[in-house]
């Protein structure tokens, strides 16, 4: 079955950088877009960046623009963000997601657990 | 940038209502609208793509529709296990944004 598994989340100061991976199994990773997406306490969703399934096309939310990268390794089945000069703003769980397709006109058909950014001051 | 405008923010229903929930986007989006249902400290699951295709898996008594910028989504029938926030959201190759959500609770 689909699995996608967050791992990175740690509690780190303003300016600081992190990188986030995600370990996906039981699907074929490289058939498929997959993105990032953020829920900060008690707040909504928001969706931070995304990838196609070749990687050649990405996508960032204005807020990350400059400061988050995407990249995905396809032989190993994962995708990362790396994240730099972090902001207290930044602090939320991060999920994966996997797309419903090989490119960007689809919705996330399955999600990882999460895992927790904290930014501090 | 779409923006996407969900209504009511929170609603209060009984086991058994049927319950509607509106997006609205700042511009046409065609089809190009999800519904995902999130409880407390878990993943959001996918209800509905495409602004009404049911997710495989998932039980009929949800539906979504609408298409341009005004969908609804309803549940029919309320259960106990439906007690959640639901999320809109648009999605296409260069841009994607999610509602702000409704939480739906028991009366």
């Known amino acids: 079955q689909v699995q996608l598994v967050e791992s990175g989340g740690a509690l780190v100061k303003v300016g600081g950088s992190l990188r986030l991976s995600c370990a996906a199994s039981?699907?074929?990773?490289?058939?498929?877009?997959m993105s990032w997406i953020r829920q900060a306490p008690g707040k909504g969703l928001e969706s931070v960046s995304y990838m196609t399934s070749s990687g050649r096309d990405t996508f960032y939310a204005e807020s990350v623009k400059g400061r988050f990268t995407i990249s995905r390794d396809n032989a190993k089945n994962s995708l990362y963000l790396d994240m730099s000069n972090l902001t207290t703003e930044d602090t939320a769980v991060y999920f994966c997601?996997?797309?419903?397709?090989?490119?960007?006109?689809?919705?996330?058909?399955?999600w990882g657990q999460g895992t927790l950014v904290s930014v501090s001051s | 940038d779409i923006q996407m405008t969900q209504s009511p923010s929170t609603l209060s229903a009984s086991v058994g209502d049927r319950v509607t929930i509106t997006c609205r986007a700042s511009e046409n989006i065609n089809v190009l609208l999800a519904w995902y249902q999130q409880k407390p400290g878990k993943a959001p699951k996918l209800l509905i793509y495409?602004?009404?295709n049911l997710e495989t898996g998932v039980p009929s008594r949800f539906s979504g529709s609408g298409s341009g910028t005004e969908f609804n989504f309803t549940i029919n029938s309320l259960q106990p296990d439906d007690f959640a926030t639901y999320y809109c959201?648009?999605?296409?190759?260069?841009?994607?944004?999610f509602g702000q959500g409704t939480k739906v609770d028991i009366k």
């Open positions: 997601g996997r797309g419903k397709g090989s490119y960007g006109s689809v919705p996330v058909d399955y």
């Open positions: 959201q648009h999605y296409n190759r260069y841009s994607r944004t």
């Open positions: 495409r602004a009404s």
């Open positions: 039981g699907f074929r990773f490289s058939d498929y877009y």
